[in-house]
């Protein structure tokens, strides 16, 4: 029998395959659905604090409106008690999905400011978060703001929840780094047990009638996963952290080039939203029937055969690479 089982975090899964935060990891439905499918790990969606705060200030107005005008009517405000505010709601969830299911449940976490981080990563782990995955959505579009300031916050924040907290800390990354490979390997001194390679940030749209900005979803493709592809098989050789490839994860041998390229897992979202949970079934049995074709007992075996630390020339893997593409492609028309 081929293994499936991969490490991730210092974690054991079943199977490389993990569905990534999404609305489908808010449903108690689909995430038994997916733990049926096969899935190796599940990460709900992220815990935005700047949305649990609003929340907390808008029941906090809400109770207070009119309170002292008629004393008599103080009775009929409820109890704050009474409402599911704040982190509640999430983490009854996580609470929830970890007595349901059989499969690691790793809690992704969005903060604003470093006591936020660290308040929320606490609760996460109480409530039984198997990981913490930060979700470092930043867009540092002030000029005022610098390249080093943006890196230094950042590994100041992965420092104080790794250190504050007993679970493994996965990083989630934008590819907007000026160095990525020197950013990556300084997340590793910081702490960070993982990286997940890359956050993708969804640009708005312009209104032509309104003027204004739009949020536009528009869902991943597997041509998407060559950004993540690339850097996995670059960084491989330098880190000794788990490295988790998200963004362009659709098909089985999307997940076999991600794990040849050095990742320890393949993320996905868009391709479970489109075809539901069952979808995993059939990325694991292709990926199971690959391996076999090309004699490979085990994905453990399978992982960072295709890195650039292992190719024969490691130093010309980026620009060859660069090259040669560009060489290959043929114009349709005539010159």
Not at 143 to 165: C, I, K, N, R, W
């Amino acid at each position: 029998m081929t293994d499936l089982s991969t490490q991730y975090l210092g974690l054991t899964l079943r199977a490389p395959v993990v569905a990534s935060a999404s609305p489908m990891t808010n449903d108690d439905r689909a995430l038994r659905a997916l733990d049926d499918a096969g899935v190796g790990a599940v990460v709900l969606p992220s815990l935005f604090e700047e949305q649990l705060e609003h929340e907390e200030l808008a029941i906090d107005a809400m109770l207070e409106t009119g309170a002292g005008a008629f004393a008599e009517a103080q009775t009929f405000f409820p109890e704050l008690d009474d409402y599911n505010t704040g982190p509640d709601r999430y983490l009854t969830h996580l609470e929830q999905t970890k007595e349901a299911l059989s499969v690691p449940v790793i809690a992704s976490l969005n903060g604003v400011s470093l006591g936020g981080w660290l308040r929320y990563a606490h609760l996460l782990e109480q409530a039984g978060a198997d990981a913490l995955e930060l979700n470092v959505y930043r867009v540092a579009a002030h000029p005022e703001v610098s390249g080093p300031d943006v890196e230094q916050e950042t590994l100041e924040l992965v420092t104080a929840v790794s250190e504050a907290v007993g679970v493994p800390v996965a990083v989630k990354l934008s590819p907007f780094f000026s160095s990525l490979a020197h950013f990556a390997c300084r997340l590793e001194d910081a702490g960070a047990a993982g990286l997940v390679l890359f956050n993708r940030f969804y640009q708005p749209d312009l209104d032509l009638e309104t003027l204004e900005p739009t949020p536009r979803l528009v869902l991943s493709t597997s041509n998407e996963l060559r950004l993540p592809l690339r850097w996995i098989g670059l960084l491989r050789g330098f880190l000794d952290v788990s490295l988790a490839a998200t963004t362009g994860v659709h098909t089985s041998d999307d997940v076999a080039k991600v794990l040849l390229a050095g990742a320890d897992v393949a993320m996905m979202t868009s391709a479970l939203l489109q075809q539901g949970p069952r979808h995993v079934t059939a990325v694991l049995e292709g990926l199971r029937a690959w391996m076999v074709d090309r004699e490979y007992d085990s994905v453990e075996q399978l992982k960072g055969s295709a890195a650039a630390a292992t190719g024969p020339d490691p130093e010309g893997y980026e620009r060859a690479n660069y090259v040669t593409t560009l060489a290959s492609y043929s114009s349709p028309f005539p010159r």
